[in-house]
């Protein structure tokens, strides 16, 4: 009799401990409490923001099939115009450098060269800004520095993409 109580009071305790255990096991990689719902937002918003266009090597030219565990890890890809040649720098490493209001700071007063679409990152919302945080923070650091900047009087070293001059 008292056997059998006790098994189903470790059992119960087992079955009570499952889901504590699966938010643990998020936790070790999210940085704060990032919820399933919010790193599927982060996800979408990076996707079809085009966020992957540029920082994610190869992504455009494979039609997105790339790995999750390789987005967003920055590009030797170089954007030659006027203001010279910029690289889209490795958001994992960037990220980890950041608070998430250090981010949300950054972000909503974002300002760099071409071809990075800063004024649509200015526009997002709180909510999916810390979605994209979330997300980034959650796959953690991975790949290399992209490229330093190259000034427009220097020659990059290729590959990279020309721009023409601007309209008059
Ligand atoms: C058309 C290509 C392109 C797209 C699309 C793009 N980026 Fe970038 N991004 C760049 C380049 C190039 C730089 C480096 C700019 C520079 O050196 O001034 C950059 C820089 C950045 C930076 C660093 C700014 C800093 O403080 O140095 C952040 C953050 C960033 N991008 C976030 C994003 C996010 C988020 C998205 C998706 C919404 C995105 N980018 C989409 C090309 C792109």
Redesign the pocket.
Same mark, same amino acid.
């Given at each position: 009799m008292r056997i059998g109580l006790c098994a189903r009071l470790m059992l119960a305790s087992v079955v009570a401990a499952a889901p504590w255990i699966v938010q643990a096991a998020d936790k070790g990689k999210a940085a704060g409490p990032a919820s399933a719902a919010q790193l599927e937002r982060g996800r979408y918003?990076?996707d079809i $923001? $085009?966020?992957n266009?540029?920082?994610t090597p190869g992504y455009m030219q494979n039609a997105g099939k790339i790995p999750e565990a390789q987005w967003l890890t920055g590009d030797k890809l170089g954007?030659r115009g006027p203001?010279g040649t910029? !690289? #889209?720098?490795n958001?994992r490493t !960037?990220m980890q450098d950041l608070t998430e209001a250090q981010w949300l700071k950054? #972000?909503k007063t974002?300002q760099?060269?071409?071809?990075?679409?800063?004024f #649509?990152?200015q526009k997002?919302s709180t909510a999916d800004l810390r979605a994209?945080y979330a997300l980034i923070r959650h796959l953690g650091p991975g790949g290399q520095a992209a490229p330093a !900047?190259v000034p427009p009087d220097k020659e990059p070293p290729p590959p990279f993409v020309q721009f023409p001059a601007p309209p008059k």
């Amino acid at each position: 009799m008292r056997i059998g109580l006790c098994a189903r009071l470790m059992l119960a305790s087992v079955v009570a401990a499952a889901p504590w255990i699966v938010q643990a096991a998020d936790k070790g990689k999210a940085a704060g409490p990032a919820s399933a719902a919010q790193l599927e937002r982060g996800r979408y918003l990076v996707d079809i $923001g $085009g966020c992957n266009d540029c920082h994610t090597p190869g992504y455009m030219q494979n039609a997105g099939k790339i790995p999750e565990a390789q987005w967003l890890t920055g590009d030797k890809l170089g954007w030659r115009g006027p203001w010279g040649t910029t !690289y #889209a720098v490795n958001l994992r490493t !960037y990220m980890q450098d950041l608070t998430e209001a250090q981010w949300l700071k950054t #972000a909503k007063t974002l300002q760099t060269r071409p071809p990075m679409p800063w004024f #649509a990152v200015q526009k997002m919302s709180t909510a999916d800004l810390r979605a994209i945080y979330a997300l980034i923070r959650h796959l953690g650091p991975g790949g290399q520095a992209a490229p330093a !900047y190259v000034p427009p009087d220097k020659e990059p070293p290729p590959p990279f993409v020309q721009f023409p001059a601007p309209p008059k």
